[in-house]
């Protein structure tokens, strides 16, 4: 079968991340479109993805112009855009790997999920393949800390907090993100979704939740720019996610720890290290010395958003027919975490989460 031919619409912010990384997808892939409403952006984009395939690479200011030099489509846009041009592109049978969150409303996602599952993909490469874009959950460095995790050496996970911390003010810049219509919500909606996605993944069924969010220190967001929110699952371990658009300065940055029966799990992206610590562990000799109880497991120094590890996990489930990871039954659950708990938050009650991917 021919090689799969990609195009990207939306070649700004987090679009340049998606151009970053199509350098080191090309034996997958036939990069073929850059599409941006500014035009200098999308001719600046297809010179750069020009110089990594090896060949031209056509430019349009209108996504619905590009639909026939495609297979499959990065969709790279302001929130309340995802819908609309997913749709576009699902009718006509283009694979998709929209930006998250998926959709901004619940009936916008299944709306897409149902038309992605229903429509035959144009290149003739079984249905619609439809995933979100959560760079993070493709990390290798993630999914080290999964294998950990999984092998269970160092026993039971119980609790898993997640931080992310950073300064994030688009006053005199692009204004899109600072509305909640726009945006689908606040911080914990349009960032959040990345961590609550990976809590589900490490801890499985989640059962109830709170979250408590707030503008103060955001001024400029219209909803939250700050978040709390913590979760319960199924077999009793908790899962906990700090996110927040008003850092002034940072310690944490982005950091996950996972306590274990056996010790703590550490992955600080600041260092690039996953690390072990087990100096509280009573089960260790008391006369073993202290740097064997904080051990470095992992390390990496690439700092960049690595997005292509996730058009890499896309491109395969394309040429395959596999279920991607992250595809819209998967991450329409996480969505829907979130929504339940901003209802629960403003009524003053924890949230229910039982029963919320469309496959339960």
Known sequence: MERIRLGIVGCGGMGKAHLAGMSEITDLADITCACDIIEERAREAAKTLAETAGHEVLVFTDYKDMVEHVDAVTLVLPHHLHYEVSMFFARRGKHILVEKPMCNTE????????????TPAADGRGHVTLMCA????????????????????FG????????TEQYTNYTGNKEWPMRAKNLGGGQFFSHGCHYVDILLWFLGKPVEGAHIG???GTPWMERE?????IMKFENGAMGYHFGTWGARGTEHGYCFQLHMT??????????GKIVLYQNCNPDLPAEMPPEDKVRVLWEDPDRTKKTQFETRHFLECVKTGKRPDTDGRRSVQSLRCIWRMYDAEQKGVMADLRGLGLDE
């Open 262 to 271: 056996k010790g703590m799990l550490d992955y600080h992206r600041a260092s």
């Open 107 to 118: 009936e916008e996602c299944v709306n897409l999920i149902e038309a992605c599952e229903s």
């Open 225 to 229: 720019g700050t978040s709390n929110a």
């Open 156 to 163: 039971e996970l119980f609790n898993m907090s997640i931080w």
């Open 134 to 153: 959560y760079p993070v959950r493709y990390w290798p460095e993630i999914i080290k800390l999964k294998e950990l995790v999984d092998s269970g050496e």
């Open 214 to 216: 707030t503008n103060h």
